[in-house]
């Protein structure tokens, strides 16, 4: 006897950012699937799904704010449940990719704990990823299974483009991201800039010597991710010593931990413009902040992989890092 089968898809959300998880849901005119999340008064955490996910195509989305270890370890949990559950397949929602800095060892007796989040997550029992704008190409290769790399490259020069005046330069705040700011300045039809720096110390950086020409121009900073604003702010002072006439920077992903905020009220930057990859506090978003959603670009990747159909597509190959 011939039964027809039906895929259907199902969105649940962990503790990190609900309000992302109901964004997307909400492009995908579905709602967000019913879970049962608690944490133990000893630190455990507990997951119960609350309906059937017997044969579904599941995704969980998860982003990795603070606590950064209690969100792997509930993303780990929900991908379990899932699995024992008898989903049909488990992707990995991760707007941002915690313990990306740490994609190979520096110093002796390190971790590469970019690795291990990948093998957590694929034991764990997820078939797939989906995440953005990494910090080092590598980590796709970490998972043993398909990781579809999103980018908010396009988001955020398309924002430059209507908001910022004419005469602009792209800056690359070091050597690592000169890739990146080809893509920001190859969107925009402008130069580039690359500062050359050294860090002195852990979030500590001392911009040495400046590549290109910035002076009388409008300064893009551009970078994947802004933690305490070091990197920025000596950034920015340094391109307002070369001349530049105004200096803007844009991230994907707004950390902004520690003194970030203080650090960005007081350097020279016009404006800062990031996604919501990750939630940012009140407390520690400064007034020259402005946060851009990509909630519409995670539905239609959903939509996309659902379908199995190309998510390539959906960036005309830019979401290649």
């Given at each position: 006897m011939k039964e027809i089968t039906r895929k259907r898809l199902m969105i649940f959300s962990g503790r990190s950012y609900p309000e992302l998880g109901r964004q997307i849901a909400g492009y995908l005119g579905i709602s967000l699937g019913k879970v049962e999340l608690k944490t133990f008064s000893n630190g455990e955490l507990y997951v119960r799904y609350e309906e059937s996910v017997r044969g579904s195509d599941a995704f969980v989305i998860q982003t990795f704010s603070?606590?950064?270890?209690?969100?792997?370890?509930?993303?780990?949990?929900?991908?379990?449940?899932?699995?024992?559950?008898?989903?049909?397949?488990?992707?990995a929602v991760l707007p941002y990719y915690g313990y990306s800095r740490q994609d190979k060892k520096t110093l002796a007796r390190e971790p590469i704990s970019a690795r291990l989040v990948a093998d957590l997550i694929r034991v764990a029992g997820a078939d797939r990823?989906?995440?953005?704008?990494?910090?080092?190409?590598?980590?796709?290769?970490?998972?043993?299974?398909?990781?579809?790399?999103?980018?908010?490259?396009?988001?955020?020069?398309?924002?430059?483009s209507r908001s910022v005046a004419d005469d602009l330069v792209v800056v690359s705040p070091d050597v690592?991201?000169?890739?990146?700011?080809?893509?920001?300045?190859?969107?925009?039809?402008?130069?580039?800039?690359?500062?050359?720096?050294?860090?002195?110390?852990?979030?500590?950086?001392?911009?040495?010597?400046?590549?290109?020409?910035?002076?009388?121009?409008?300064?893009?900073?551009?970078?994947?991710?802004?933690?305490?604003?070091?990197?920025?702010?000596?950034?920015?002072?340094?391109?307002?010593?070369?001349?530049?006439?105004?200096?803007?920077?844009?991230?994907?992903?707004?950390?902004?931990?520690?003194?970030?905020?203080?650090?960005?009220?007081?350097s020279p930057l016009k404006k800062v413009v990031v996604t919501n990859t990750l939630p940012i506090p009140e407390e520690r978003r400064s007034e020259k902040v402005e946060v851009l959603?990509?909630?519409?670009?995670?539905?239609?990747?959903?939509?996309?992989?659902f379908k199995d159909e190309s998510v390539s597509e959906l960036f005309d190959g830019d979401n290649q890092p």
């Open positions: 603070e606590p950064i270890n209690d969100h792997l370890v509930e993303l780990l949990l929900m991908i379990d449940a899932l699995k024992r559950a008898s989903a049909k397949r488990i992707s990823i989906l995440t953005m704008d990494l910090h080092a190409g590598q980590i796709q290769g970490f998972f043993a299974g398909p990781m579809d790399h999103l980018t908010a490259v396009p988001l955020l020069t398309s924002y430059i690592g991201r000169v890739k990146m700011a080809k893509k920001y300045a190859d969107h925009l039809g402008v130069p580039i800039a690359i500062l050359h720096k050294r860090r002195p110390g852990h979030n500590q950086a001392e911009v040495l010597h400046i590549v290109g020409e910035v002076k009388g121009k409008t300064a893009v900073l551009v970078d994947d991710m802004i933690d305490t604003a070091g990197t920025l702010a000596a950034s920015s002072q340094a391109l307002a010593q070369a001349g530049a006439k105004e200096i803007y920077a844009c991230a994907t992903h707004g950390i902004f931990s520690g003194p970030a905020k203080e650090r960005l009220d007081k959603s990509i909630a519409s670009i995670f539905a239609n990747t959903i939509a996309s992989v």
